[in-house]
């Protein structure tokens, strides 16, 4: 493993009330329960971080091999990314991430910028992001307490490749049927604050977070639009797309059919996450198959790419 340019991650997977089971079913993972909500795909957080081949946890990866992994992300205090495939079977309540500012003031967790790329989903499947229209902080509080916030936000019908940015401080939730890959910083702080009225087993319902999600929400309509960055673009035989771009990552989806090659930057690796298909990269022994995640070196040039697929490739900024 020290002179290898490519990783293949085994997920740690998070069971929730929400879950489905296309995690299982679409990804052919052996989940451990028939109804999984996450499969942490590149993680580095305590006790939910992911394995190499040989059960090697990432952190023990990260820290003994910091040139593997670049410049970017040594100047950050920890591993910056954590990315997830998302299934729900249900809503997922209704939530916001503060800022880094924010996140230092009251815990040691990031606070998060994410990055939404819609795998699948159900006909009529929606989710929320941001509000439609400005409202002051009070007009916020009273439409928690009185069960009226789901009339003032954005909902968007999703379609399989839709693609939303979330900036830090965005409410936003994601709604039943759809299967969904995540990527963004390192960290998991959120403010719960509409749960759909559920209860669980015991009758009791779960804790919302109105007080730290009045101080950090964003009251006007969202400034980065739903969809991608820029254009497909056609580059030597394959098809990129910029999904995203915050400042600590970036992320693309190409599209390959017969062959292509993929550089890692001196300052980063790559993560990539194949969500169909099959992709050999040549000379180095691995295939990576739809639900695989490989991590590529910083600094590898022109590693070859053969078979036919569609991966999500990220970068740390």
């Not at 169909?276 to 590898?300: H, N, P, Q, W, Y």
């Amino acid at each position: 493993m020290k002179n290898s340019t490519v990783i293949k991650l085994s997920p740690y997977f998070k069971e929730l009330i929400w879950g489905g089971t296309k995690l299982r079913s679409y990804f052919g993972y052996d989940t451990p329960e028939q109804n999984t909500a996450e499969a942490l795909v590149l993680s580095c957080r305590e006790n939910a971080e992911c394995v190499d081949s040989n059960g090697t946890p990432l952190s023990e990866i990260y820290a003994s091999r910091p040139e593997f992994f670049g410049s970017n992300c040594a100047k950050y205090d920890r591993f910056p990314l954590l990315i997830k495939l998302i299934d729900t079977m249900d809503d997922i309540s209704v939530q916001v991430h503060p800022d880094d500012e924010y996140a230092a003031s009251v815990s040691d967790d990031w606070g998060k910028a994410q990055l939404w790329y819609v795998i699948d989903c159900e006909p009529g499947a929606y989710l929320i992001c941001g509000f439609n229209d400005e409202i002051n902080i009070e007009d916020f509080r009273r439409r928690i307490e009185d069960d009226t916030l789901i009339s003032a936000v954005n909902t968007y019908e999703v379609r399989k490749g839709n693609t939303f940015y979330i900036e830090p401080g965005t409410l936003h939730a994601i709604g039943k049927d759809i299967l969904i890959a995540e990527i963004g910083q390192n960290s998991e702080l959120s403010y719960r604050v509409y749960d759909y009225c559920r209860v669980d087993e015991n009758g009791e319902s779960r804790p919302l977070n109105i007080q730290q999600a009045l101080d950090v929400t964003i009251t006007a309509p969202p400034t980065v639009p739903a969809g991608v960055m820029v254009p497909r673009a056609e580059i030597d035989g394959h098809y990129e797309t910029l999904l995203g771009r915050s400042e600590y990552f970036a992320s693309s989806l190409w599209e390959v059919e017969g062959s292509a090659s993929i550089s890692a930057p001196d300052e980063s690796f790559v993560s990539v996450l194949m969500i169909e298909g099959t992709m050999r990269i040549e000379g180095l022994d691995v295939t990576a198959r739809k639900g695989d995640s490989v991590l590529i070196a910083a600094g590898s040039k022109d590693v070859s790419l053969t078979g036919t697929g569609r991966f999500i490739a990220t970068v740390v900024e």
